[in-house]
């Protein structure tokens, strides 16, 4: 073997190596900044999140903020996807109830308490807090991963018998979010008085999607 292969072989086994620890870096690099905006909203609110507050934050020149995410949008949309995994472990985390109606009242009650743990992300996700940020379709699919127990809920009651077949999956899930959106959203906009007053039309609104959808309600 040549002096020129000896020397061709040893560059490949080290650049493979660089090219690898320098992404690990700049993906890593990439956690902390996301971390860094997401104490920023959770301690300030969506307004707070400006790529100039995230680089002060950070410590670290904007320049290095625009070349890891281009612009404040994709900023948010690494925020959104961390909130669809914080939605999703408050869904994972529900009791189970071996009446779906019941189980059905636990997840909403689980939806509730997301908007209020984590009431920045409930309104960068769906109250508009970014008025530029539009969630594309891998933030979409965050959010239908997030909601899966209620899927699979639904699913099963279906084959139960237990939902009407008028409706099929993804209107009830429709039903289902726009109804108890449209409470949290009134009381964030201060419509609804204090949160004990929101909360009882918010178990109101739920208890009535629930008792129209099951048959055999007895919750």
């Given at each position: 073997m040549s002096g020129q292969d000896i020397s061709s072989n040893v560059n490949s086994r080290v650049l493979k190596p660089y090219q690898e620890a320098r992404l690990q870096n700049t993906e890593?690099?990439?956690?902390?900044?996301?971390?860094?905006a997401a104490t920023l909203l959770q301690e300030e609110g969506p307004e707070a999140?400006?790529?100039r507050k995230v680089s002060e934050r950070m410590?670290?020149?904007?320049?290095?903020?625009?070349?890891?995410?281009?612009?404040?949008?994709?900023?948010?949309?690494q925020l959104y996807l961390d909130?669809?995994?914080?939605?999703a472990?408050?869904?994972?985390?529900?009791?189970?109830?071996?009446?779906?109606?019941?189980?059905?009242?636990?997840?909403g009650e689980a939806y509730w308490q997301f908007g209020q743990r984590y009431s920045s992300y409930y309104k960068l996700m769906f109250g508009g807090a970014f008025a530029d940020f539009k969630p594309d379709e891998g933030s979409l699919n965050g959010t239908v991963t997030a909601m899966r127990q209620l899927l699979t809920l639904i699913n099963n009651a279906q084959k139960q018998g237990r939902i009407p077949d008028q409706y099929d999956t993804e209107s009830v899930i429709r039903?289902?979010?726009?109804?108890?959106?449209?409470?949290?959203h009134l009381y964030m906009g201060g419509h609804l008085g204090d949160v004990q007053s929101a909360h009882a039309v918010y178990k109101q609104t739920l208890s009535l999607i629930a008792?129209?959808?099951f048959s055999d309600h007895n919750a």
């Open positions: 890593n690099l990439r956690k902390l900044v996301v971390e860094a999140v400006t790529v410590g670290c020149s904007t320049k290095i903020i625009y070349s890891l995410f281009v612009n404040k949008e994709g900023l948010a949309q909130g669809c995994k914080l939605l472990n408050e869904f994972e985390g529900t009791p189970q109830d071996a009446d779906p109606a019941q189980h059905f009242l636990n997840l039903i289902f979010w726009a109804s108890l959106h449209g409470v949290i008792s129209s959808l």
